[in-house]
């Protein structure tokens, strides 16, 4: 258990951004109001994600309401289909699409519709990634390593199949993780959000380079609506810290606090028919077995390079829109 609590902290005003955000580490106000408003609505218990569906390839106002709702208090809800057989790729991303994501990333292992199918495969270049094993995933955010023009900003996580034992998720917002780094020394903050602080070697396969390396901030700042971003890996094999005192002290925090039991941390086990929407949220997935016979675990995944609709901070934070009304957009 962390040794500390979420406390106020102040520090020095500044120059504001242009479009003023209470991530911006010199801005105490408007970080004040904020962090009051957001610990004050973040879910702690999984129950409180959870959003029933009738047909996803065609949700009623009130059931995209809800979603949209949840996804403004904490960056992600759970849906529940009430027909899990007819979730196939096509109500996938029709659901998706309500929801405003419609532009998604075709990574290495994805089809053509820029699906990915996560299930374990022993032959093939896809069984060299973790995701198609069914070994633990560490803490992460999708696609850390991807460059800025294919940033991801939310996935989807539609579960077909769970394991027999095993795959669990556990489930952070990254605006959590910066209030306790912000609360800890806001110098945290500025560190991570240095352009070097964090470094992904290329990947190399065969002596060929798949992905080049990529170099940039582990928090940032959407630029039009003031939004926090995050990439973030726990495999320290894959990234390297820029190698100063303030980040290194960084991101050992960052990892207490991933370690630690937090009450904002969710654990929650996808049943079929259900799926996770978020906006790029932390995460990570237990080892899992599947049965000795017959099919195996299999969750398809979209990432996209769009933020869900409505959950931009005008939207959250605003005196005309509260968090809990929805705007059609």
Not at 71 to 96: K, Q, T
Not at 210 to 216: E, I, L
Request: hydrophobic residues 40%; aromatic residues 8%.
């Amino acid at each position: 258990m962390l040794g500390f609590a979420i406390n106020s902290m102040t520090s020095p005003a500044s120059t504001a951004r242009p479009v003023p955000s209470p991530f911006d580490p010199d801005d105490a106000a408007g970080y004040a109001r904020w962090r009051e408003r957001k610990l004050a609505l973040a879910p702690t218990e999984a129950a409180e994600l959870r959003v029933p569906v009738r047909d996803p390839r065609a949700l009623d106002p009130d059931e995209r309401a809800a979603i949209l709702a949840t996804c403004r208090r904490a960056n992600m809800a759970i849906y529940r289909v009430s027909e899990p057989d007819d979730m196939d790729r096509g109500a996938l991303l029709a659901l998706a699409g309500q929801l405003g994501l419609k532009r998604f990333d075709r990574n290495l292992c994805a089809d053509e519709e820029a699906i990915s199918a996560l299930e374990v495969r022993s032959h093939g270049p896809a069984g060299e990634y973790i995701p198609y094993t069914n070994r633990r995933l560490s803490w992460h955010t999708d696609g850390y390593y991807n460059e800025e023009a294919r940033r991801i900003r939310a996935f989807l996580l539609h579960c077909v199949r769970p394991a027999a034992q095993g795959g669990e998720n556990e489930l952070l917002d990254p605006e959590i993780a910066y209030i306790y780094l912000r609360d800890a020394n806001p110098d945290y903050v500025r560190a991570l959000m240095a352009p070097d602080a964090m470094i992904v070697p290329a990947n190399v396969r065969n002596g060929r380079v798949v992905r080049a390396a990529f170099v940039g901030p582990v928090l940032g700042i959407e630029p039009r609506t003031g939004d926090l971003f995050m990439r973030y890996t726990e495999r320290s094999r894959f990234v390297r810290w820029r190698n100063d005192r303030t980040t290194q002290a960084a991101i050992r925090f960052l990892a207490e606090i991933l370690r630690s039991d937090i009450p904002y941390k969710v654990r929650y086990r996808l049943a079929p028919g259900e799926g996770l929407i978020n906006n790029n949220v932390l995460h990570t997935r237990s080892a899992f077995q599947d049965p000795p016979q017959g099919p195996g675990r299999l969750l398809l995944r979209a990432r996209s390079y769009d933020r869900i609709a409505g959950t931009a901070l005008n939207r959250r934070f605003s005196t005309k829109v509260e968090m809990d009304d929805v705007v059609a957009e």
